[in-house]
């Protein structure tokens, strides 16, 4: 699929870059290139293949769920400037 100079500016312009016109025929080729390649993977036959997260068949480590601090929330909010009931009390910022 080629693409027209004027698609080019107009992508160019959707991206916010300022392009010259030697700049624009040189993308252009290069944009082609990249929807050729796009062509050839859409060509290909997927129905067989089984979508998956990750390409390697590993289990996630996980660590043990357990408390590895000290609960030092008492320090931390004496050096707020205000608190109350255990919360940190910050200025209005939405009406």
């Given amino acids: ?9 107009g992508i160019a312009r959707l991206a916010r870059l300022r392009l010259t016109d030697e700049e624009v025929s040189e993308v252009s080729g290069k944009l082609a290139s990249i929807l050729e390649m796009v ?18 068949d590993a ?3 996980l660590r043990p769920d357990e408390v590895t601090e000290a609960d030092q929330r008492d320090d ?3 050096n707020a400037p205000q608190t ?4 940190y009390l910050v200025p209005r910022v939405v009406e």
């Fill in 39 to 56: 062509d050839q993977l859409q060509a290909t036959d997927t129905r067989e293949v089984v979508p998956m997260a990750h390409p390697l």
């Fill in 59 to 61: 289990a996630q480590r």
């Fill in 1 to 9: 699929m080629s693409l027209t100079n004027d698609q080019v500016r």
């Fill in 84 to 87: 109350e009931r255990g919360l």
């Fill in 76 to 78: 931390y909010q004496r």
